[in-house]
């Protein structure tokens, strides 16, 4: 007999393994740039509004690798809530003019941050996975189990 409802459930127990494996390589991926090399950088454009969006900070980089000028700027993370304080909070941290410390990918010269390792919500998408992957198993189980009471 089909049973729409273990369909459903086996769909969202599929779903919330895949947003796992996607927050775990998130999480890997930001922790291999804790192994990046450094190397010294100057900030060549601090500016609190950007191209893209009015409420989030310009912040352009350049740093020399094996004698190969590159630029980098600081890229933030899709859902960042931007506010006037977030810009100019960044504006103070990185000045124009000032001296930086820049982390490169030595297998993509051009992938560079200035700050390495996990943001604040790296780990969010790898928690809801686990917690979506937990509650389809129980309820995959407690239907088994209620259904086996009814018959």
């Known amino acids: 007999m089909f049973n729409a409802y273990a369909v459903i459930l086996w769909l969202f127990l599929l779903g919330g393994l895949a947003i796992t494996l996607w927050g775990w390589s998130i999480i890997a991926t930001a922790r ?9 950088g100057v900030i060549e454009r601090s500016d609190v509004l950007s191209d893209e969006d009015d409420l989030l ?17 600081v ?7 931007p506010t006037p304080e977030l810009a100019a909070s960044y ?34 998408i790898f928690a809801l996975g686990v917690m979506a992957t937990i509650v389809a ?6 239907s088994d189990w209620y259904i086996s009471i009814v018959q």
């Open 32 to 40: 291999q740039t804790l192994r990046w090399p450094q190397v010294d």
């Open 57 to 73: 900070p310009m912040i352009v980089f350049s740093y020399l690798v094996n004698g190969q000028q590159q630029n980098g700027k």
């Open 75 to 81: 890229e933030f993370p899709a859902g960042t809530m």
């Open 91 to 124: 504006v103070e941290r990185y000045p124009l003019g000032s001296r930086v410390r820049v982390f490169y990918n030595p297998m993509n010269i051009q992938q560079s941050t200035l700050a390495p390792g996990m943001g604040q919500g790296d780990w969010m």
């Open 137 to 142: 198993i129980m309820s995959l189980v407690m």
